[in-house]
Protein backbone atom coordinates (compact mmCIF):
# COMPACT_ATOMS: atom_id res chain seq x y z
CA UNK A 1 0.00 0.00 0.00
CA UNK A 2 1.40 3.72 -0.96
CA UNK A 3 1.44 6.12 2.00
CA UNK A 4 0.10 9.18 0.84
CA UNK A 5 3.69 11.61 2.05
CA UNK A 6 2.59 15.02 3.86
CA UNK A 7 4.41 17.97 5.12
CA UNK A 8 3.41 19.19 8.56
CA UNK A 9 2.67 22.87 9.07
CA UNK A 10 4.68 24.95 11.17
CA UNK A 11 1.82 24.27 13.41
CA UNK A 12 3.25 21.00 14.29
CA UNK A 13 6.80 21.74 15.06
CA UNK A 14 7.71 21.98 18.41
CA UNK A 15 10.06 24.78 20.28
CA UNK A 16 13.81 24.69 20.25
CA UNK A 17 16.62 24.02 18.59
CA UNK A 18 16.68 21.47 15.05
CA UNK A 19 19.05 18.97 16.43
CA UNK A 20 18.39 15.61 15.43
CA UNK A 21 18.84 14.77 18.80
CA UNK A 22 16.53 16.26 19.71
CA UNK A 23 13.89 15.16 16.90
CA UNK A 24 14.96 11.90 17.61
CA UNK A 25 14.31 12.09 21.39
CA UNK A 26 10.71 13.86 20.60
CA UNK A 27 9.82 11.33 18.52
CA UNK A 28 10.73 8.61 21.17
CA UNK A 29 9.03 9.88 24.16
CA UNK A 30 5.76 10.79 21.87
CA UNK A 31 6.05 6.65 19.95
CA UNK A 32 6.08 5.49 23.66
CA UNK A 33 2.74 7.47 25.13
CA UNK A 34 1.24 7.06 21.32
CA UNK A 35 1.22 2.79 22.77
CA UNK A 36 -1.38 3.33 24.53
CA UNK A 37 -1.78 3.83 28.50
CA UNK A 38 -0.71 6.80 31.14
CA UNK A 39 2.93 7.14 32.05
CA UNK A 40 4.68 8.89 34.47
CA UNK A 41 8.26 10.58 33.47
CA UNK A 42 10.25 7.84 35.08
CA UNK A 43 8.48 4.98 33.02
CA UNK A 44 8.79 6.57 29.82
CA UNK A 45 12.38 7.43 30.12
CA UNK A 46 13.10 4.09 30.97
CA UNK A 47 10.95 3.02 27.89
CA UNK A 48 12.71 5.31 25.20
CA UNK A 49 15.91 5.19 27.04
CA UNK A 50 16.47 8.51 27.24
CA UNK A 51 17.48 10.79 30.75
CA UNK A 52 14.85 11.95 32.74
CA UNK A 53 15.48 15.38 32.20
CA UNK A 54 15.67 15.32 28.46
CA UNK A 55 12.09 12.77 28.64
CA UNK A 56 10.64 15.98 31.14
CA UNK A 57 11.66 18.56 28.61
CA UNK A 58 10.34 16.56 25.43
CA UNK A 59 7.29 16.48 27.44
CA UNK A 60 6.72 19.78 28.16
CA UNK A 61 7.35 20.46 24.48
CA UNK A 62 4.68 17.70 23.10
CA UNK A 63 2.04 19.29 26.02
CA UNK A 64 2.40 22.46 24.69
CA UNK A 65 1.98 21.42 21.22
CA UNK A 66 -1.20 19.60 22.21
CA UNK A 67 -0.23 16.56 21.33
CA UNK A 68 -0.31 14.47 24.68
CA UNK A 69 -2.40 15.54 27.91
CA UNK A 70 -2.14 14.46 31.44
CA UNK A 71 -4.08 11.73 32.55
CA UNK A 72 -6.67 11.74 34.66
CA UNK A 73 -5.95 8.59 36.96
CA UNK A 74 -2.96 8.69 39.36
CA UNK A 75 -1.74 5.53 40.47
CA UNK A 76 2.07 5.47 41.06
CA UNK A 77 3.53 7.50 43.92
CA UNK A 78 7.10 8.73 44.10
CA UNK A 79 8.05 6.96 47.40
CA UNK A 80 9.84 9.08 50.14
CA UNK A 81 11.75 7.84 53.42
CA UNK A 82 8.80 8.33 55.85
CA UNK A 83 6.62 5.66 52.84
CA UNK A 84 3.91 8.00 52.18
CA UNK A 85 4.89 9.54 49.46
CA UNK A 86 3.25 12.12 46.83
CA UNK A 87 1.43 11.18 43.20
CA UNK A 88 3.71 11.13 40.35
CA UNK A 89 1.72 12.81 37.25
CA UNK A 90 0.80 10.95 34.59
CA UNK A 91 0.39 11.42 31.07
CA UNK A 92 -1.11 9.66 27.87
CA UNK A 93 -1.59 10.54 23.78
CA UNK A 94 -4.09 12.61 23.29
CA UNK A 95 -6.77 11.19 20.71
CA UNK A 96 -8.32 14.29 19.40
CA UNK A 97 -5.01 15.46 18.50
CA UNK A 98 -5.89 14.88 15.05
CA UNK A 99 -8.53 12.97 12.63
CA UNK A 100 -9.01 10.89 9.72
CA UNK A 101 -11.81 10.03 7.28
CA UNK A 102 -12.97 6.42 6.16
CA UNK A 103 -15.54 6.51 3.17
CA UNK A 104 -17.14 3.62 1.64
CA UNK A 105 -19.23 4.62 -1.39
CA UNK A 106 -20.95 1.87 -3.56
CA UNK A 107 -24.52 1.23 -5.22
CA UNK A 108 -26.95 2.26 -2.66
CA UNK A 109 -25.12 3.69 0.22
CA UNK A 110 -22.79 6.35 1.11
CA UNK A 111 -20.70 5.84 4.58
CA UNK A 112 -18.66 8.26 6.14
CA UNK A 113 -16.91 7.50 9.57
CA UNK A 114 -14.67 10.41 11.33
CA UNK A 115 -12.04 8.52 13.69
CA UNK A 116 -9.51 10.33 15.95
CA UNK A 117 -5.79 8.98 16.02
CA UNK A 118 -7.14 6.40 18.21
CA UNK A 119 -9.17 4.56 16.42
CA UNK A 120 -12.68 5.75 18.13
CA UNK A 121 -15.56 6.68 15.76
CA UNK A 122 -16.80 10.09 16.95
CA UNK A 123 -19.43 10.64 13.83
CA UNK A 124 -20.75 9.19 10.95
CA UNK A 125 -23.22 9.53 7.88
CA UNK A 126 -25.36 7.50 5.68
CA UNK A 127 -27.12 8.29 2.68
CA UNK A 128 -29.03 6.60 0.43
CA UNK A 129 -27.71 6.18 -3.41
CA UNK A 130 -29.57 4.48 -6.20
CA UNK A 131 -27.81 1.83 -7.98
CA UNK A 132 -28.83 3.13 -11.04
CA UNK A 133 -27.18 7.21 -10.16
CA UNK A 134 -24.77 8.56 -12.89
CA UNK A 135 -21.10 9.23 -11.56
CA UNK A 136 -22.45 13.19 -10.41
CA UNK A 137 -24.84 12.43 -8.71
CA UNK A 138 -22.82 10.16 -6.50
CA UNK A 139 -20.24 12.43 -5.87
CA UNK A 140 -22.41 15.05 -5.40
CA UNK A 141 -23.76 12.87 -2.48
CA UNK A 142 -20.41 11.81 -1.30
CA UNK A 143 -19.60 15.56 -0.81
CA UNK A 144 -23.08 16.18 1.71
CA UNK A 145 -22.13 13.21 3.87
CA UNK A 146 -18.51 13.98 4.52
CA UNK A 147 -19.73 17.45 5.06
CA UNK A 148 -22.65 16.39 7.47
CA UNK A 149 -19.99 13.89 9.45
CA UNK A 150 -17.49 16.96 9.69
CA UNK A 151 -20.27 18.96 11.12
CA UNK A 152 -21.65 15.90 13.54
CA UNK A 153 -17.89 15.66 14.25
CA UNK A 154 -17.37 19.49 15.08
CA UNK A 155 -14.75 19.28 13.27
CA UNK A 156 -13.71 21.27 9.36
CA UNK A 157 -11.92 19.88 6.81
CA UNK A 158 -8.63 21.69 7.71
CA UNK A 159 -8.76 19.26 10.86
CA UNK A 160 -8.80 16.21 8.97
CA UNK A 161 -5.03 15.12 8.17
CA UNK A 162 -6.00 12.26 5.97
CA UNK A 163 -8.69 10.06 4.29
CA UNK A 164 -9.48 7.09 2.57
CA UNK A 165 -12.14 5.69 0.21
CA UNK A 166 -13.62 2.07 -0.26
CA UNK A 167 -15.19 1.83 -3.31
CA UNK A 168 -16.52 -1.10 -5.39
CA UNK A 169 -14.85 -2.70 -8.97
CA UNK A 170 -10.97 -3.07 -9.50
CA UNK A 171 -8.99 0.08 -8.02
CA UNK A 172 -5.69 0.14 -10.05
CA UNK A 173 -2.26 1.08 -8.85
CA UNK A 174 -2.94 4.83 -9.58
CA UNK A 175 -5.95 5.07 -7.34
CA UNK A 176 -8.67 5.33 -10.44
CA UNK A 177 -11.46 3.30 -10.75
CA UNK A 178 -10.28 0.83 -13.61
CA UNK A 179 -13.08 -1.52 -13.64
CA UNK A 180 -16.65 -1.23 -12.30
CA UNK A 181 -19.47 -2.88 -13.99
CA UNK A 182 -21.59 -2.59 -10.72
CA UNK A 183 -22.01 1.17 -10.59
CA UNK A 184 -23.00 2.93 -13.76
CA UNK A 185 -20.08 5.58 -15.28
CA UNK A 186 -17.45 4.64 -12.08
CA UNK A 187 -15.29 3.29 -14.53
CA UNK A 188 -12.10 5.82 -14.42
CA UNK A 189 -13.43 7.97 -11.51
CA UNK A 190 -10.33 9.65 -9.69
CA UNK A 191 -12.03 9.48 -6.27
CA UNK A 192 -8.95 10.29 -4.56
CA UNK A 193 -8.32 13.45 -6.57
CA UNK A 194 -11.96 14.69 -6.59
CA UNK A 195 -11.54 14.38 -2.49
CA UNK A 196 -8.83 16.31 -2.83
CA UNK A 197 -9.61 19.04 -5.28
CA UNK A 198 -13.20 19.63 -3.02
CA UNK A 199 -11.75 19.50 0.31
CA UNK A 200 -7.84 19.82 0.61
CA UNK A 201 -7.65 16.60 2.29
CA UNK A 202 -4.64 13.94 0.89
CA UNK A 203 -7.18 10.73 0.01
CA UNK A 204 -6.32 7.22 -0.96
CA UNK A 205 -8.60 4.73 -2.75
CA UNK A 206 -8.77 0.84 -2.32
CA UNK A 207 -11.25 -1.77 -3.07
CA UNK A 208 -13.80 -2.37 -0.37
CA UNK A 209 -13.54 -5.99 -0.11
CA UNK A 210 -10.05 -5.87 0.49
CA UNK A 211 -11.11 -3.07 3.00
CA UNK A 212 -13.88 -5.41 4.83
CA UNK A 213 -11.22 -7.89 5.02
CA UNK A 214 -8.91 -5.68 6.82
CA UNK A 215 -11.33 -4.75 9.15
CA UNK A 216 -12.44 -7.61 10.04
CA UNK A 217 -8.60 -8.18 10.76
CA UNK A 218 -8.55 -5.01 12.84
CA UNK A 219 -11.78 -4.95 14.86
CA UNK A 220 -13.74 -8.16 13.82
CA UNK A 221 -13.33 -11.79 13.53
CA UNK A 222 -9.52 -12.19 12.45
CA UNK A 223 -7.40 -10.30 15.00
CA UNK A 224 -5.18 -13.85 15.30
CA UNK A 225 -5.16 -14.06 11.41
CA UNK A 226 -2.87 -13.29 9.10
CA UNK A 227 -3.86 -15.04 5.41
CA UNK A 228 -7.89 -14.63 5.37
CA UNK A 229 -10.44 -14.58 2.31
CA UNK A 230 -13.13 -12.07 2.61
CA UNK A 231 -16.26 -12.80 0.59
CA UNK A 232 -18.89 -10.62 0.41
CA UNK A 233 -22.28 -11.94 -0.78
CA UNK A 234 -24.97 -9.41 -0.57
CA UNK A 235 -26.85 -7.10 -3.48
CA UNK A 236 -23.49 -8.12 -5.31
CA UNK A 237 -20.96 -10.56 -4.49
CA UNK A 238 -17.11 -9.96 -4.12
CA UNK A 239 -14.14 -11.16 -2.49
CA UNK A 240 -10.86 -9.23 -0.69
CA UNK A 241 -7.84 -11.33 0.15
CA UNK A 242 -5.05 -10.25 3.22
CA UNK A 243 -2.17 -11.70 3.00
CA UNK A 244 0.50 -11.38 5.89
CA UNK A 245 -1.85 -9.37 7.45
CA UNK A 246 -2.28 -6.83 4.83
CA UNK A 247 -4.51 -5.96 2.02
CA UNK A 248 -3.40 -8.17 -1.85
CA UNK A 249 -4.37 -6.34 -4.95
CA UNK A 250 -2.27 -7.92 -7.60
CA UNK A 251 -0.61 -6.15 -10.66
CA UNK A 252 -3.77 -4.37 -11.86
CA UNK A 253 -5.61 -4.26 -8.32
CA UNK A 254 -7.71 -7.07 -9.42
CA UNK A 255 -6.38 -10.00 -7.24
CA UNK A 256 -9.11 -12.42 -6.20
CA UNK A 257 -12.25 -10.64 -8.17
CA UNK A 258 -13.51 -13.75 -8.71
CA UNK A 259 -16.67 -11.81 -10.23
CA UNK A 260 -14.06 -11.38 -13.29
CA UNK A 261 -13.96 -15.60 -13.64
CA UNK A 262 -15.90 -15.43 -17.31
CA UNK A 263 -16.71 -19.06 -16.28
CA UNK A 264 -18.49 -18.71 -12.81
CA UNK A 265 -22.17 -18.03 -12.74
CA UNK A 266 -21.85 -15.77 -9.86
CA UNK A 267 -23.94 -12.68 -11.44
CA UNK A 268 -27.17 -13.40 -10.46
CA UNK A 269 -26.75 -16.35 -7.84
CA UNK A 270 -27.84 -14.21 -4.91
CA UNK A 271 -30.83 -13.05 -6.27
CA UNK A 272 -32.03 -16.62 -7.66
CA UNK A 273 -31.69 -17.13 -4.01
CA UNK A 274 -33.92 -14.07 -2.58
CA UNK A 275 -36.32 -15.32 -4.99
CA UNK A 276 -37.01 -18.65 -3.19
CA UNK A 277 -38.17 -16.15 0.08
CA UNK A 278 -41.91 -16.89 1.13
CA UNK A 279 -44.05 -13.58 0.53
CA UNK A 280 -40.94 -12.15 -1.74
CA UNK A 281 -39.81 -9.31 1.01
CA UNK A 282 -38.49 -6.56 -1.17
CA UNK A 283 -36.25 -6.37 2.31
CA UNK A 284 -32.94 -8.18 1.47
CA UNK A 285 -32.45 -9.11 4.94
CA UNK A 286 -35.63 -10.05 5.63
CA UNK A 287 -35.98 -12.33 2.78
CA UNK A 288 -32.71 -13.82 3.22
CA UNK A 289 -33.71 -14.97 7.21
CA UNK A 290 -37.02 -16.27 5.66
CA UNK A 291 -35.53 -18.11 3.32
CA UNK A 292 -33.14 -19.65 6.20
CA UNK A 293 -35.80 -20.00 8.87
CA UNK A 294 -38.25 -22.01 5.79
CA UNK A 295 -35.21 -24.21 5.11
CA UNK A 296 -35.16 -24.82 9.26
CA UNK A 297 -38.82 -25.51 8.88
CA UNK A 298 -38.38 -28.30 6.28
CA UNK A 299 -39.09 -26.38 3.26
CA UNK A 300 -36.88 -28.62 0.24
CA UNK A 301 -37.42 -25.95 -1.80
CA UNK A 302 -35.80 -23.30 0.50
CA UNK A 303 -33.30 -26.18 1.44
CA UNK A 304 -32.22 -26.79 -1.97
CA UNK A 305 -31.65 -23.22 -2.81
CA UNK A 306 -29.54 -22.64 0.10
CA UNK A 307 -27.26 -26.03 -0.45
CA UNK A 308 -27.02 -24.94 -4.67
CA UNK A 309 -25.79 -21.20 -3.55
CA UNK A 310 -23.49 -23.06 -1.20
CA UNK A 311 -22.20 -25.37 -3.38
CA UNK A 312 -21.47 -22.06 -6.25
CA UNK A 313 -19.81 -20.17 -3.00
CA UNK A 314 -16.98 -22.98 -2.59
CA UNK A 315 -17.12 -23.63 -6.29
CA UNK A 316 -15.55 -19.98 -6.64
CA UNK A 317 -13.64 -20.33 -3.62
CA UNK A 318 -11.48 -22.96 -3.76
CA UNK A 319 -8.95 -22.05 -6.35
CA UNK A 320 -8.33 -19.19 -4.24
CA UNK A 321 -8.24 -21.05 -1.50
CA UNK A 322 -5.69 -23.29 -2.55
CA UNK A 323 -3.35 -20.66 -3.96
CA UNK A 324 -2.77 -18.56 -0.44
CA UNK A 325 -3.72 -21.92 2.28
CA UNK A 326 -5.69 -18.95 3.82
CA UNK A 327 -6.08 -19.61 8.23
CA UNK A 328 -9.93 -18.07 7.43
CA UNK A 329 -12.62 -17.28 4.97
CA UNK A 330 -14.88 -14.52 6.49
CA UNK A 331 -18.52 -14.88 5.14
CA UNK A 332 -19.72 -10.96 4.82
CA UNK A 333 -22.55 -9.09 3.47
CA UNK A 334 -26.37 -9.72 4.07
CA UNK A 335 -26.44 -12.91 4.03
CA UNK A 336 -23.82 -12.87 6.94
CA UNK A 337 -27.05 -12.34 9.42
CA UNK A 338 -27.89 -16.01 8.56
CA UNK A 339 -25.04 -17.04 11.03
CA UNK A 340 -24.32 -20.58 11.24
CA UNK A 341 -27.16 -21.47 8.95
CA UNK A 342 -24.63 -20.43 6.18
CA UNK A 343 -21.31 -20.62 7.82
CA UNK A 344 -22.24 -24.65 7.84
CA UNK A 345 -22.93 -25.76 4.60
CA UNK A 346 -20.12 -23.66 3.52
CA UNK A 347 -17.45 -25.11 5.95
CA UNK A 348 -19.17 -28.88 5.22
CA UNK A 349 -18.11 -27.77 1.71
CA UNK A 350 -14.59 -26.16 2.44
CA UNK A 351 -13.63 -29.58 4.20
CA UNK A 352 -14.28 -31.47 1.52
CA UNK A 353 -12.96 -29.14 -1.71
CA UNK A 354 -9.77 -28.92 0.18
CA UNK A 355 -7.13 -30.95 1.86
CA UNK A 356 -5.78 -27.91 4.78
CA UNK A 357 -9.18 -26.54 4.84
CA UNK A 358 -9.53 -23.06 7.06
CA UNK A 359 -11.84 -21.94 9.61
CA UNK A 360 -15.05 -20.61 8.64
CA UNK A 361 -16.67 -17.94 10.36
CA UNK A 362 -19.50 -15.09 9.66
CA UNK A 363 -18.24 -11.14 9.43
CA UNK A 364 -19.52 -9.58 13.20
CA UNK A 365 -19.03 -6.20 11.70
CA UNK A 366 -21.88 -5.41 9.11
CA UNK A 367 -22.10 -3.43 6.38
CA UNK A 368 -19.59 -0.60 8.50
CA UNK A 369 -16.77 -2.96 7.29
CA UNK A 370 -15.43 -1.31 4.60
CA UNK A 371 -16.14 2.25 5.87
CA UNK A 372 -13.65 0.63 9.25
CA UNK A 373 -11.09 -1.02 6.99
CA UNK A 374 -10.88 2.69 5.28
CA UNK A 375 -10.61 4.19 8.65
CA UNK A 376 -7.51 2.21 9.32
CA UNK A 377 -5.68 2.80 6.01
CA UNK A 378 -5.98 6.33 6.63
CA UNK A 379 -4.93 5.66 10.02
CA UNK A 380 -1.71 4.04 8.88
CA UNK A 381 -0.61 7.29 7.16
CA UNK A 382 -1.65 9.31 10.21
CA UNK A 383 1.13 7.83 12.00
CA UNK A 384 3.52 7.26 9.43
CA UNK A 385 3.48 10.92 8.89
CA UNK A 386 3.34 11.76 12.80
CA UNK A 387 6.76 10.09 13.23
CA UNK A 388 8.24 10.67 9.83
CA UNK A 389 7.74 14.49 9.80
CA UNK A 390 7.10 15.78 13.92
CA UNK A 391 9.98 17.70 14.49
CA UNK A 392 11.63 20.68 17.16
CA UNK A 393 11.14 24.36 15.15
CA UNK A 394 12.21 27.84 15.70
CA UNK A 395 10.63 29.20 18.76
CA UNK A 396 9.11 28.13 22.32
CA UNK A 397 6.39 25.83 22.12
CA UNK A 398 4.00 28.68 23.16
CA UNK A 399 4.79 30.95 20.24
CA UNK A 400 4.20 28.03 18.52
CA UNK A 401 0.60 27.34 19.44
CA UNK A 402 -1.27 24.42 19.76
CA UNK A 403 -0.79 23.30 16.46
CA UNK A 404 -3.09 19.82 17.80
CA UNK A 405 -4.06 18.30 13.96
CA UNK A 406 -1.66 16.66 11.74
CA UNK A 407 -1.64 19.35 8.66
CA UNK A 408 -1.68 18.71 5.42
CA UNK A 409 0.85 19.64 2.69
Known sequence: MTSSRVRPSTGTRLGGDTSTLRTLN??????VLYGGGSHTIASVAAVAGISR???TQAISDLLAAGWIQTADQVIDKVEKKDG????????????????????????????????????????????????TSPRSRRLTIM???????????????????????????VVGPDGKVAHAPAIPEWAGVDLGGHVRNRFGIPTQVFNDMRMAALAEHWKGVARDASDVVYVHVGRRMGTGLLVAGRPHAGRHGAAAEIGLWRGLPWAHA????????PGRSTDHEDAIQAIFEAAKAGDKAAQAGIDGFADLLVEGLAPVMVTIDPELVIIGGGISAAGEAIREPVRVRVERETDFPPKVVCSVLGDHSSA????????DV????????????????AQQGAGVALSRG
Do not use: M
Open 26 to 31: LRSVLR
Open 53 to 55: PTT
Open 84 to 131: RGRPAQRFEFRPGAGHVLGVDIGGHKVLVLVSDLSGEIVAECRESLRP
Open 143 to 169: NEAINEALEAAGLTAADISCAAIATPG
Open 270 to 277: YERLLDLA
Open 372 to 379: IGAVRCAL
Open 382 to 397: AEERLFAELKPGPGTP
